[in-house]
């Protein structure tokens, strides 16, 4: 089972360990160690951790663990923020980040349905996120009422989940990279060390992780961008495969996959 610890010591992995600042030893004992790197690293694992599953929640692609639904309820009025929209309503308290606002009816549908289920698509609409005058809660801001009753708004969002033993290995990744991207000058690495591990973030471990995430939500098509000509095709790219390839009849090569 992973473990705070078990993910802080991978990404010390990433960056070939933290010896010249932990008297030789490559990795921490534990997060709650009293050295400045198990210090450190149990500062930032939280923030870290919030930060990949935001990332992969805007993306509309998050990770299954985190997804909530809830019917926002009564609206809020007569709130100066909400500018040029006609509604707002409180977002739940545990709402880390929106990943869409959609009709309820594209949820009751999907839970009855079985089976491969790309062709149903949600209607999404336009909406925001903002911070409440207060300070002590986020609003959404829409023009649409999406419930079921037409008096509300419906939204699909995402949680922080503190528990690393529900994580999977494309999340643990994430944050083991990203966190590894942080740490670096706090061992004594350089800024290209660091640059090095955020570029593998990027380009490797969120994609491996939109992949995997949109594997697991069969119920609705949520495709990776392929910008490997320049621009997104719309199709996820495959993978190049390492069988070989053959001649078809018309003379072309392919791959085998």
Same mark, same amino acid.
């Given at each position: 089972?992973?473990?705070?610890?078990?993910?802080?010591?991978?990404?010390?992995?990433?960056?070939?360990?933290?010896?010249?600042?932990?008297?030789?030893?490559?990795?921490?004992?534990?997060?709650?160690?009293?050295?400045?790197?198990?210090?450190?690293?149990?500062?930032?694992?939280?923030?870290?951790?919030?930060?990949?599953?935001?990332?992969?929640?805007?993306?509309?692609?998050?990770?299954?663990?985190?997804?909530?639904?809830?019917?926002?309820?009564?609206?809020?009025?007569?709130?100066?923020?909400?500018?040029?929209?006609?509604?707002?309503?409180?977002? /739940?308290?545990?709402?880390? +980040?929106?990943?869409?606002? %959609? &009709?309820?009816?594209?949820?009751?549908?999907?839970?009855? =349905?079985? *089976?491969?289920?790309?062709?149903?698509?949600?209607?999404?609409?336009?909406?925001?996120?903002?911070?409440?005058?207060?300070?002590?809660?986020?609003?959404?801001?829409?023009?649409?009422?999406?419930?079921?009753?037409?008096?509300?708004?419906?939204?699909?969002?995402?949680?922080?989940?503190?528990?690393?033993?529900?994580?999977?290995?494309?999340?643990?990744?994430?944050?083991?990279?990203?966190?590894?991207?942080?740490?670096?000058?706090?061992?004594?690495?350089?800024?290209?060390?660091?640059?090095?591990?955020?570029?593998?973030?990027?380009?490797?471990?969120? /994609?491996?992780?939109?992949? +995997?995430?949109?594997?697991? %939500? &069969?119920?609705?098509?949520?495709?990776?961008?392929?910008? =490997?000509? *320049?621009?997104?095709?719309?199709?996820?790219?495959?993978?190049?495969?390492?069988?070989?390839?053959?001649?078809?009849?018309?003379?072309?090569?392919?791959?085998?996959?």
């Amino acid at each position: 089972m992973p473990t705070e610890s078990s993910i802080c010591n991978l990404a010390l992995g990433k960056l070939g360990g933290a010896g010249d600042v932990l008297n030789g030893n490559a990795f921490i004992d534990s997060i709650d160690g009293t050295d400045k790197v198990s210090s450190w690293l149990k500062l930032a694992f939280p923030r870290i951790r919030r930060r990949v599953i935001s990332n992969l929640a805007v993306m509309e692609c998050p990770f299954r663990s985190t997804v909530r639904f809830a019917d926002l309820g009564a609206e809020v009025s007569s709130l100066p923020e909400i500018g040029q929209y006609q509604y707002a309503f409180n977002l /739940p308290g545990d709402c880390l +980040a929106v990943v869409m606002q %959609f &009709n309820e009816n594209f949820t009751a549908t999907r839970n009855a =349905s079985r *089976g491969s289920q790309s062709n149903i698509s949600p209607i999404t609409y336009k909406w925001d996120m903002i911070a409440n005058k207060a300070g002590n809660g986020k609003l959404l801001l829409t023009d649409t009422l999406s419930n079921v009753a037409g008096t509300s708004a419906f939204i699909e969002y995402a949680i922080d989940t503190p528990k690393t033993g529900g994580f999977t290995e494309e999340m643990i990744d994430c944050i083991a990279t990203l966190l590894a991207s942080e740490v670096a000058p706090v061992i004594g690495r350089d800024m290209e060390a660091s640059a090095r591990m955020l570029a593998q973030y990027i380009n490797i471990a969120i /994609p491996n992780a939109q992949r +995997a995430n949109q594997y697991g %939500f &069969n119920n609705r098509v949520r495709q990776v961008p392929d910008f =490997s000509g *320049g621009r997104s095709s719309g199709v996820t790219p495959r993978l190049a495969s390492d069988l070989g390839t053959y001649v078809d009849a018309a003379g072309n090569r392919r791959a085998i996959f």
